[in-house]
DNA sequence: GCATTAACACGTA
DNA sequence: TACGTGTTAATGC
């Protein structure tokens, strides 16, 4: 039975690069990326806004790593991240596509542990990321910064049981669909749209299957019509098919 | 039979 | 030039 969990991809040169350098306050045009600023009282999000810095990630460069203590709760603004773990073998597993719009890395922040994964820069992006404090202050304070932690939670349940589903689908195209599909969740990754910047092999690593057979996934995708298939990307054309594995 | 690795030509940023 | 894509051949379960 195939777990796209067994594939592991070659970790390749990890040039341990950690972006807490160079960080500065967001940009107007960058906070008003950031979904749950919406859900504060006017208080309540001239405090976030003070404290939200932003920082880029060049190809490679790793935005937290396994180990460390929580220094941020993390978004996605710009660009493209990805969560995965180093095995001892030399290889690496990714578990999961980060998206702009994404915010991740709240368990970790609410437990104050250290992380579990290596969370790094596909492409050059642009990262948000609120302290710890100001995360635990909001979630004291506001009531709508708890429902949209919780309400991330709930669908990041729901996505995990959905992977485990497309995990257990031996058909390459139908576990390739789900994948897309769970890449473009509008709820969990709001700032993706409906082109998103990928490559086909590290598609490949995140799906667990080879490169070429994920090609070949994508042009049959394609030629049902949910999806066009683009230089360094792919634009989804029909989110529901995707859902539904795009079955012949 | 089907997916994987390896290798290649070709087009694009 | 470096990278990503699309394709083929050989190999393995």
Redesign the pocket.
């Known amino acids: 039975m ?1 777990m796209s969990g067994s ?1 592991a991809s070659p970790t390749g040169s990890v040039d341990g690069k950690t972006i807490r350098d160079r960080v500065r306050p967001a940009s107007r045009a960058e906070l008003e990326d950031i979904p749950w600023l919406r859900t504060l009282t006017p208080a309540e999000r001239r405090r976030a806004e003070a404290a939200l810095v932003v920082g880029e990630a060049e ?1 490679g460069d790793l935005v937290c790593r396994i180990g460390r203590s929580p220094t941020y709760w993390f978004g996605v603004v710009q660009g493209l991240l990805k969560m995965s773990n180093d095995n001892s073998d030399g290889t690496s597993m990714t578990y999961s596509g980060l998206p702009p719009g994404g915010w991740f890395g709240e368990g970790t922040a609410l437990k104050r542990e250290p992380y579990r994964y290596n969370i790094q820069a596909l ?1 050059r992006s642009v990262v948000a990321g609120l302290p710890v404090d100001d995360f635990h202050w909001l979630l004291d304070h506001s009531i709508g910064f708890n429902r949209f932690v919780m309400n991330q939670l709930n669908e990041r349940l729901a996505q995990f049981i959905a992977a485990r589903e497309a995990d257990r689908l ?4 139908a576990r390739v669909a789900r994948n897309l599909a769970a890449l473009f969740n509008p709820v969990l990754f709001p700032g993706v749209g409906e082109l998103l910047r ?7 690593y995140l799906i ?9 996934a ?2 049959t995708l394609q030629a049902r019509g949910a999806i066009r ?6 634009r989804v054309l029909d989110l529901q098919a995707l859902r539904s594995g795009a079955a012949a």
């Open positions: 195939p594939m190809p492409r031996n058909d390459p195209d990928i490559t086909q092999q590290e598609l490949a667990g299957l080879s490169r070429q057979r994920v090609n070949e994508l042009q298939v683009e230089y360094g990307g792919l």
